[in-house]
Structure formats: structure tokens, C-alpha cells
């Protein structure tokens, strides 16, 4: 049966929750975060950071209060517990917003959360001061130094602490370089974000192996090995992230140019350190290394301006007006909200051609990502209403058949031809 003061304590635990979630709802509503970006909250109100940090600092502040009019139980194990799923989903978010969801991140996940139940399980039954024990009593030196298997235990939990750490400032730099930018200053600002999560990550590595207990020192043997297999192996791996680096400060590319290489157009989206993401009007997108952007040709069609010629042939019939066909070009071109009046649209006739007059048609635009095909197709169908609408001929290929008037020479030839290969 519950007691009294089970109850109490259960009422209080319920109380601290309601105020928790509702503390956790108006904090959402006034700063609207984007859940997959944001470590605080989540797609729903627990499954961020904020609702089991404020459940659990409640509940520590009503048992101090309490504690001393009360015999307390339940919130003696319930400030673990929430302490439990507090480091959980702080270790799981942090993941969600650092990095790329994939079936490794996924095993992580589950990894932590099972480690700090197990943890929370040894603490309740009274077992974790004995195993704490036991670990100390397995010794063994390495590098002259002596270590223990808690204090490896210690150093692997604080490693991934300082890990953690790492990529969710790394994250949040690049979160706030990145806000509000466009164009060179987008590729300016992903560089420096691209630099800090390096030395960010890096740093935080060190600090891992220290705390774990290896020797720094011991690295540098480590460091001449790692240069060998660049000079050998790895170079085209680093020449990629070098050429990434190049192009990001250099700004020969940015992100939302319109590229061609080796005969793939498209816009880029993404500019990493290893390779450029190029997506296609068609929805196709090609991942390019950055090295190759580098070294071979590459077509920047809005380098310094987004303008775009296009041209179109037209064949006319040689009784057609050559004037009249070249203003009406013109109008079919303008006639297209996409087509620039300034450069103006120019026809001329370019040939005398076999079947008619031959015309070209040249017009410019200013928005490539929106499809070249689509506004080249409504020029031509608006250039073909006109010339019907002035009933001006588009002639079809001409061959010209002569045909023999005198049938009888012919079959005399056929047969004096028969005679002579006969004898």
C-alpha cells in the first residue's frame, strides 16, 4: 500500500512534470527553433534537452525543500532517473544536429542510452560502489605509468564528453556563420566554419587521448606516419580538401552559381571540404571533388553576371519578307516574361539556304536555374504562331527529280546495253 508520503511525493513529481512541459511549450512557442537544428527542443515537447532539464532541476529543488519535513523514497530515485534521461537525450541530440543521420548514428544512440540506464540500474541496487571497486583492483602500466581500468572507464566517458562538446560548438558556429549569407559571402563564411569545426574537432581529440591517458609525445611517430601515407596514398584525398579550402576563399565558385563540367550543368548547393554538389534544372545532382574543379576546365555561366544567351534557327520560304520575318522574331522573343528587353533580342539573316531563308534568332535571359529547354520551346512556339498568323511558308527539304520525258530511248539504251554483254 502507498503512504502518505509516497503520495505526497508522487503528487509533487506530477506537479513538477505539468510545469516542466508547460514551462517547456511557452519557451517553444517564443523562440520557434527548428526541431531537427535545435538541441533544446525537439519534434514534441520531451524529446528535446529542455523538458527533462527542467523536470529534473524542479524535482532537486522540491526534494531540498522537502526533505527535511519528509522521509523521502520515490524522489530520492526519481532525481537520478531524470539526471539519466537528461544525459541521454542531450547526447542524442547533439548527435542529430552534428551529424548526418545513418544507421551508425543510430547504434550510438542506442549505445548511450543503454550505458547510462545501466549505470542508473547499478546505482539503484547498491551494486555500482562495488564494481566501481572491483575496477580499481585491475591494474596495469603503460609507458612507465600506471592506469586502472576505472580510470580508462573514466577517461573513454570524458573523451566522449569533450567530443560531444566539440561538434556541438562546431555545429552552432557554422549555424550562426552561415545565417543570412549569400553569394562570396556564403563561401567565405563556409570556409571559416569549415576551419573552426576542424580545429574545434582536432582540439577536442587531444584532449580525449590526454584524458584517456596516452602520450601526446608518442604522436609524433603517429604524425610522420600520417604525412608518408599523404605523400603516398592520401594525396588525392588531401589535394581535395586543399582544392576545397582554395575555392572557398578564393571565391572563383560560389554557392548558387550556374556551372557546366565535363558536360554536367547545374546549380551549386553545397561546397564541402572534400567535394561541390551540383544539382541539375532536371533534379539530378552530381558530386564533383573539388580537386577536379581545380585542375580541369570549368564554365561558370554567372561568374559575374547571370545573363544567358540562347539562340534559335528558323527556315523561311524565299517569297517571304525579310523584314516582316525579323520584326516578328523579335516579338515572339519579347513576347516571353523571362526574355530580357535589355540586351534586346536580335534576328538577321544568316544564309541563303537550300530550302529558304535562314534566320537566327539570338535573346537573352537572366534565370538559367529555372530551365533553358522551357523558355527555348516557348519562344519557338510563339515564333511558329506568328509566321501562321501572317501565313509566311516554312518550307519543307527540297530535292529536285528530273524526270526523263523520252521513255523509248530509254529502253533502247537498256537494250543495246543487254546486246553488248550478251556477245
Given at each position: 500500500m502507498f503512504?502518505?508520503?509516497?503520495?505526497?511525493?508522487?503528487?509533487?513529481?506530477?506537479?513538477?512534470?505539468?510545469m516542466a512541459?508547460?514551462?517547456t511549450v511557452?519557451?517553444?512557442?517564443?523562440?520557434?527553433q527548428?526541431?531537427?537544428?535545435?538541441?533544446?527542443?525537439g519534434?514534441?515537447v520531451?524529446?528535446?534537452?529542455?523538458f527533462?532539464?527542467?523536470?529534473?532541476c524542479f524535482?532537486?529543488?522540491?526534494?531540498i525543500?522537502m526533505?527535511?519535513?519528509?522521509?523521502?523514497?520515490?524522489?530520492?530515485?526519481a532525481?537520478p532517473?531524470?539526471l539519466?534521461?537528461?544525459?541521454?537525450?542531450l547526447?542524442?541530440?547533439i548527435?542529430?544536429?552534428?551529424l548526418?543521420?545513418?544507421p551508425?548514428?543510430?547504434l550510438?544512440?542506442?549505445?548511450i542510452?543503454?550505458?547510462?540506464?545501466l549505470?542508473?540500474?547499478?546505482?539503484?541496487?547498491?551494486?555500482?560502489?562495488?564494481v566501481a571497486?572491483e575496477?580499481?583492483?585491475?591494474?596495469?602500466?603503460?609507458?612507465?605509468?600506471?592506469?586502472?581500468?576505472?580510470?580508462?572507464?573514466?577517461?573513454?566517458?570524458?573523451?566522449?564528453?569533450?567530443l560531444?562538446?566539440?561538434?556541438?560548438?562546431?555545429?552552432?558556429?557554422?549555424?550562426?556563420?552561415?545565417?543570412?549569407?549569400?553569394g562570396?559571402?556564403?563561401?567565405l563564411?563556409?570556409?571559416?566554419?569549415n576551419?573552426?569545426?576542424?580545429?574545434?574537432v582536432f582540439?577536442?581529440?587531444?584532449?580525449?587521448l590526454s584524458m584517456?591517458?596516452?602520450?601526446?609525445?608518442?604522436l609524433?611517430v603517429?604524425?610522420?606516419?600520417v604525412?608518408?601515407?599523404i605523400g603516398?596514398g592520401?594525396?588525392?584525398?588531401?589535394s581535395?580538401?586543399?582544392?576545397?579550402?582554395?575555392?572557398?576563399?578564393?571565391?572563383?565558385?560560389?554557392i548558387?552559381?550556374?556551372?557546366r563540367?565535363?558536360?554536367?550543368e547545374g546549380?551549386?548547393?553545397?561546397?564541402?571540404t572534400?567535394?561541390?554538389?551540383i544539382?541539375?534544372?532536371?533534379?539530378?545532382?552530381?558530386?564533383?571533388?573539388?580537386?577536379?574543379?581545380?585542375?580541369?576546365?570549368?564554365?561558370?555561366l554567372?561568374?559575374?553576371?547571370?545573363?544567358i544567351?540562347?539562340?534559335?534557327?528558323?527556315?523561311?520560304?524565299?517569297?517571304?519578307d525579310?523584314e516582316?520575318?525579323?520584326?516578328?522574331?523579335v516579338?515572339?522573343?519579347?513576347?516571353q516574361?523571362?526574355?530580357?528587353?535589355e540586351?534586346a533580342?536580335?534576328?538577321v539573316l544568316?544564309?541563303?539556304?537550300?530550302n529558304?531563308?535562314?534566320?537566327?534568332?539570338?535573346?537573352?535571359i537572366?534565370?538559367?536555374?529555372n530551365?533553358?529547354?522551357n523558355?527555348?520551346s516557348?519562344v519557338?512556339k510563339g515564333?511558329l504562331?506568328?509566321?501562321?498568323a501572317h501565313?509566311?511558308d516554312?518550307?519543307?527539304?527540297?530535292?529536285?527529280?528530273?524526270?526523263?520525258?523520252n521513255?523509248?530511248?530509254?529502253?533502247n539504251?537498256?537494250?543495246?546495253v543487254?546486246?553488248?554483254?550478251?556477245t
Amino acid at each position: 500500500m502507498f503512504t502518505p508520503s509516497v503520495l505526497i511525493e508522487v503528487v509533487v513529481l506530477l506537479v513538477c512534470c505539468g510545469m516542466a512541459w508547460g514551462m517547456t511549450v511557452l519557451v517553444r512557442g517564443k523562440t520557434h527553433q527548428a526541431a531537427e537544428k535545435s538541441v533544446l527542443f525537439g519534434r514534441r515537447v520531451f524529446d528535446g534537452v529542455l523538458f527533462p532539464l527542467l523536470w529534473l532541476c524542479f524535482t532537486f529543488a522540491a526534494l531540498i525543500m522537502m526533505r527535511s519535513g519528509l522521509k523521502m523514497h520515490l524522489l530520492y530515485v526519481a532525481v537520478p532517473a531524470l539526471l539519466s534521461l537528461f544525459v541521454i537525450r542531450l547526447g542524442v541530440k547533439i548527435l542529430q544536429v552534428t551529424l548526418t543521420e545513418s544507421p551508425t548514428v543510430r547504434l550510438i544512440e542506442r549505445t548511450i542510452s543503454w550505458l547510462v540506464w545501466l549505470a542508473f540500474v547499478l546505482w539503484v541496487s547498491g551494486v555500482l560502489p562495488l564494481v566501481a571497486n572491483e575496477m580499481e583492483q585491475v591494474k596495469w602500466k603503460v609507458s612507465g605509468h600506471s592506469m586502472t581500468l576505472m580510470t580508462l572507464l573514466e577517461g573513454v566517458l570524458t573523451a566522449g564528453v569533450v567530443l560531444l562538446f566539440s561538434l556541438w560548438m562546431s555545429s552552432a558556429v557554422e549555424a550562426k556563420l552561415l545565417s543570412n549569407t549569400s553569394g562570396g559571402e556564403l563561401s567565405l563564411r563556409k570556409a571559416a566554419s569549415n576551419a573552426v569545426r576542424a580545429v574545434l574537432v582536432f582540439v577536442g581529440l587531444l584532449l580525449s587521448l590526454s584524458m584517456v591517458g596516452i602520450d601526446l609525445t608518442a604522436l609524433s611517430v603517429l604524425g610522420g606516419a600520417v604525412g608518408v601515407g599523404i605523400g603516398l596514398g592520401l594525396q588525392k584525398l588531401a589535394s581535395n580538401y586543399v582544392s576545397g579550402f582554395v575555392i572557398l576563399t578564393e571565391r572563383s565558385m560560389r554557392i548558387g552559381d550556374f556551372v557546366r563540367v565535363d558536360n554536367f550543368e547545374g546549380r551549386i548547393t553545397e561546397i564541402n571540404t572534400r567535394y561541390t554538389v551540383i544539382r541539375s534544372a532536371g533534379g539530378r545532382e552530381s558530386i564533383v571533388p573539388n580537386e577536379m574543379l581545380v585542375t580541369s576546365r570549368v564554365e561558370n555561366l554567372t561568374f559575374s553576371d547571370s545573363l544567358i544567351a540562347q539562340q534559335t534557327l528558323v527556315t523561311v520560304g524565299y517569297e517571304s519578307d525579310a523584314e516582316l520575318v525579323s520584326q516578328l522574331l523579335v516579338k515572339a522573343a519579347l513576347a516571353q516574361s523571362r526574355v530580357l528587353p535589355e540586351p534586346a533580342p536580335v534576328a538577321v539573316l544568316t544564309a541563303f539556304g537550300v530550302n529558304g531563308l535562314d534566320f537566327s534568332l539570338s535573346y537573352w535571359i537572366t534565370d538559367p536555374e529555372n530551365g533553358q529547354l522551357n523558355i527555348r520551346s516557348d519562344v519557338n512556339k510563339g515564333i511558329l504562331a506568328a509566321l501562321r498568323a501572317h501565313h509566311i511558308d516554312i518550307p519543307y527539304p527540297q530535292q529536285v527529280v528530273h524526270e526523263a520525258k523520252n521513255n523509248q530511248n530509254i529502253s533502247n539504251q537498256k537494250l543495246s546495253v543487254g546486246t553488248s554483254a550478251g556477245t
